[in-house]
């Protein structure tokens, strides 16, 4: 893992900016844990101040200091996003693998469940159940709600990774080996499923933080929680662009490009490292 | 006469495939009514040759349980194979019947170093107690194929020929001592100064250590060399089969005559044969769909009968020929259709 | 009058990623001439270098593959060309198809599955010969189709609903719409059976007799050799080992490794047992010092180990590259 990252480091551009883009994003997070304001409370400096040495991101209409109310937002938006991911990729994973090995019914039942998840028209039924959820509709809740409904797509290409991969020789030498359907699937399979799931890994994180921002723009989610979409509707609220506050908008939108970017670098980059194709082309197989 | 039960024995074997869908398609036959059988008592080796379309590779999956026979049985030592259903079962199956497959390289995963699929395959036959114990095996066994665990240990396939992976391949099917081996077209993807070593591999199989070995192809000249017998398919029947001396030397099957003269040789003073023109079909799906002799359309010493029904298998000398013109003066092995 | 002619050709495939730089020195050092009206064969197991041979020569030469030393030049009598310095632009205008064509050992990537095969027809012809008389056109493709004994209605169906065989017969007859000067056949019939095989090199060789070009037949089966080639050329690991007419090279061969590749064919009628060699073709990224043969050569010497033994002539027409065969003919 280190030797990966370490070759990664050095011969791979992309690699080295998403490492400075994620520094710079990591170290606001660990930064949260020390803040000196809480970002609960309101007015506690002066409000409307543009960037300055002290704040660095000048304070909002609500007398917070931005910068450190960042700090919170970043941390709590990446939670969501890697929950979700995690709840997701899980999810997906058993279920292509599941459905593309064993095939006949639990297939068709499994990929009827899925298809029925990909038609669902996800942003209503968000809206609905935040109103319904009101009270409880907190982070973690809105990433397992996510996360329910983000394994749909990945699942069937996972299937359709496994089914082509059953047919090839090697499965076959398994067979004959005397391993079990379910090991098949672990060892033989998994290794070439994985850079697909990790492809899509990122999508589904900016995916999910993008949702969380659509919500909480519409005024949605639980607003007291610090995120990079509620930052945005209380600037909205707070009419911050015609009330001259600028800052307000630009330091989450420039924070969330940097997130974004450096992710997108992040898994480009490995994703060629670990893809088998690729992998096997660079080692001279 | 052995009173043992037959190594392998199979029984007017007939596997049809739909093609099309639900509604409609049509019926394709890979394999009609085939039987032969291998002896327990005398290890050989018995080739089933033929070209694509031949229904050759059917066959071998049927034999590895991978496909079920429409019609007719299949019998490995007195057992029917289609009533393998449990899992332990299949284990003790494929403990005695093993295959080597085509592509050396397709063979084992690319992202799997090639020695762990012999430490699972010892693993999963519970031949051994500790890792200690499982790397001799695997080491006998690479030995016995000329190559040894210190060569091949922590090598991907990529990093290996496409010779030394087909030896550590039968090398995998050795380590639970099969009575049966079935190497689909083991050498046609190696390279030419690496096929001899893979074929005389088999050959010292079946003398050093009593194996049979089905070797499916479509390359005459390695097939004459090392097996005992041999069965020549087309689109589904055996239409020539006996020993292999017999069957090439004095091909009595017009189609393996035509086999036969169509193998390039490699002495430029012998073109002559092979340099007589021939007509080669459009499409695969006509002939299948014939009814009569499969090979009606291109024989050159086609009959009125042949496309009728199917000819009857007739022994001509020490080979079984299933063709009209030898019908009439030559005793039956089955009750044919007399014109 | 040479068609061709390769001088001390080295052409090499340069990688470097992650900090592993690898140069696979797949041709290092080939000369040969090609002349009209004969078939030549080139004989050699994977990783001989054979097809990146083929990719200079037919002009294909792109990043990792780079060529490093040498001369590649066609006279086509009214036309010359320098395949090293030669524009992607004027390879498509005058070069591919109408000079020299290809054919390769898989027929669908050339034929549009998605496409008639008289389209295909079609769009190879347009790129070249507007095509202003579409009646004239068809007319004239049909009877192209008929000369080289195909029926006509291969040209309205898919490529899928032909057989294997067809559809190679089918590449065949798109690379000699133009008559081209030189066909390159890169195994152009390893995946097909031995009587399909059979049909498509018996039109290859009606083709070359009636229009006298040239054709440059790549495979690693000596036997098609035998029955089909003019000369024959042995490549192992990136260098000619040896070269002559065909009768010549299977009654004398003087390489070990061609002697190999001829003795270890089994033939019907004959039970005798057949050897093989030891070890395995070399790597060409890390290939042995001297003569590259020289670790599975049963007569090696000394000398093989150090120094590379050159391509000298011992009669006419006859060359071999072998420190045993210098030592004899002195």
Redo the contacts between chains.
């Keep these: 893992m280190l030797r990966v990252s370490r070759?990664?480091l050095?011969?791979?551009g992309r690699f080295r900016l998403a490492v400075i883009l994620l520094g710079g994003v990591v170290i606001m997070i660990l930064l949260s844990f020390n803040s000196p304001y809480d970002p609960g409370k309101s007015f506690e400096v002066p409000w409307d101040l543009p960037p300055s040495w002290e704040h660095p991101f000048g304070t909002t209409s609500r007398g917070q200091d931005l910068f450190w109310w960042l700090t919170f937002a970043v941390r709590n938006s990446l939670y969501l996003g890697i929950v979700t991911a995690i709840i997701s990729r899980v999810i997906s994973v058993l279920v292509g693998l599941t459905a593309g090995y064993r095939g006949g019914w639990i297939d068709r039942v499994l990929m009827a469940i899925s298809d029925s998840f990909v038609v669902l028209p996800l942003l209503p039924i968000l809206i609905l159940l935040s109103f319904l959820l009101r009270e409880s509709m907190n982070l973690l809740n809105l990433a397992i709600i996510l996360g329910l409904f983000g394994w749909s797509f990945d699942a069937r290409l996972i299937r359709s990774q496994v089914l082509s991969l059953r047919e090839?020789?090697?499965t076959?030498?398994?067979v004959?080996?005397?391993?079990?359907g379910f090991w098949i699937t672990i060892?033989?399979h998994l290794?070439?499923v994985l850079p697909i799931v990790f492809a899509t890994t990122l999508n589904n994180i900016l995916w999910s933080i993008g949702m969380e921002v659509t919500l909480s723009v519409l005024g949605l989610s639980d607003l007291t929680t610090p995120t990079l979409g509620t930052a945005l509707f209380w600037a909205n609220q707070h009419g911050a662009l015609v009330a001259g506050v600028w800052w307000w908008i630009t330091a989450p939108a420039v924070v969330t490009a940097i997130l974004f970017l450096g992710l997108y670098l992040l898994f480009t980059s490995i994703n060629e490292?670990i893809d088998?194709r690729t992998r096997?082309r660079?080692?001279?197989? | 006469m052995s009173t043992s039960p037959k190594l392998l024995d199979v029984q007017h074997v007939t596997v049809e495939f739909h093609i099309g869908g639900l509604l409609g398609g049509a019926l394709l036959t890979a394999v009609n009514d085939v039987s032969f059988s291998l002896e327990s008592d005398k290890p050989e080796i018995f080739t089933l040759a033929g070209e694509s379309g031949s229904g050759k590779t059917t066959l071998s999956r049927l034999l590895l349980r991978d496909l079920e026979p429409t019609k007719g049985k299949v019998l490995f030592e007195g057992r029917d194979v289609s009533t393998i259903r449990k899992r332990s079962e299949f284990i003790e199956f494929i403990k005695k019947v093993q295959p080597v497959f085509q592509n050396p390289f397709e063979t084992f995963s690319p992202l799997r170093r090639v020695e762990a699929y012999l430490f699972d395959t010892v693993k999963n036959f519970r031949m051994a107690s500790n890792r200690r114990e499982a790397a001799g095996i695997v080491d006998d066994a690479l030995r016995s194929v000329g190559l040894s665990l210190d060569e091949v240990r922590q090598r991907y396939p990529h990093e290996l020929s496409g010779g030394q992976i087909q030896r550590v391949s039968v090398a995998r099917a050795l380590i639970s001592q099969p009575k049966l081996i079935l190497a689909d077209e083991p050498v046609s993807m190696v390279d030419a100064s690496l096929r001899m070593e893979i074929v005389n591999l088999f050959q010292k199989l079946r003398d050093e250590r009593g194996v049979s070995v089905i070797y499916i192809t479509h390359d005459l000249a390695t097939a004459y060399y090392i097996s005992d017998r041999i069965a020549i398919m087309l689109r589904g029947y055996i239409v020539e089969s006996g020993p292999v001396e017999d069957v090439l030397e004095r091909p009595a099957h017009p189609y393996t005559q035509l086999l036969k003269e169509s193998v390039p040789e490699p002495t430029p003073s012998k073109r002559e044969s092979w340099a007589k023109h021939i007509e080669l079909g459009v499409t695969e799906i006509k002939e299948y769909g014939r009814i009569g002799c499969k090979f009606a359309g291109r024989c050159p010493k086609v009959m009125d009968i042949c496309r009728q029904a199917d000819p009857p298998d007739v022994q001509v000398g020490r080979q079984t020929v299933k063709c009209y013109l030898y019908s009439e003066h030559v005793e039956k092995t089955e009750a044919g259709t007399q014109p | 009058m040479t068609l061709l002619s390769v001088q001390n050709l080295h052409a090499y495939y340069k990688t470097e990623a992650y900090g592993i730089s690898r140069t696979v020195r797949a041709v290092d050092g080939v000369s040969f001439d090609l002349f009209p009206n004969e078939i030549y064969g080139v004989a050699g197991e994977s990783s001989c270098g054979k097809t990146t041979l083929i990719k200079v020569i037919s002009g294909s030469i792109r990043p990792p593959l780079k060529a490093i030393e040498g001369s590649v030049n066609y006279n086509f009598g009214d036309y010359q060309a320098d395949m090293l310095k030669i524009s992607q632009e004027e390879l498509r205008r005058n070069i591919r198809w109408k000079r020299i064509s290809y054919v390769m050992q898989g027929s669908m990537s050339v034929l549009n599955p998605v496409r008639k095969v008289i389209k295909t027809f079609q769009d190879i012809v347009d790129t070249h010969e507007r095509i202003t008389d579409k009646k004239e056109f068809l007319e004239k493709t049909r009877a192209h189709i008929n000369r080289l004994g195909l029926p006509t209605d291969v040209l309205n169906a898919y490529p899928h609903q032909l057989s294997g065989g067809m559809r190679q017969r089918v590449a065949i007859a798109l690379a000699t719409v133009f008559q081209p000067a030189l066909i390159i056949a890169d195994e152009p019939t390893t995946a097909l059976d031995v009587v399909v095989q059979r049909g498509v090199l018996h039109m290859i060789k009606d083709i070359q007799a009636a229009s006298k070009n040239t054709v440059l037949l790549v495979t690693h089966d000596m036997a098609v050799h035998a029955n089909v080639a003019d000369r024959v050329m042995i490549m192992y690991a990136g260098r000619i080992v040896e070269e002559a007419p065909t009768e010549v090279i299977f009654n004398t061969p003087l390489h070990p490794y061609t002697q190999h590749l001829i003795n270890s064919l089994p033939m019907i009628g004959e039970k005798s047992m057949k050897a093989s060699l030891k070890g395995s073709p070399p790597n060409l990224a890390d290939p042995p010092t001297g003569c590259r043969f020289h670790p599975r050569c049963p007569y090696v010497m000394d000398e093989c180990r150090t120094v590379v033994p050159e391509l000298v002539s011992v009669k006419e027409r006859h060359r071999v590259a072998c420190h045993l065969v210098k030592e004899a003919s002195l």
């Design positions: 070759d990664l050095r011969y791979d090839r020789s090697f076959r030498t398994a004959y080996s005397g391993t079990s060892r033989e290794p070439f490292f088998p096997l660079l080692i001279g197989g």
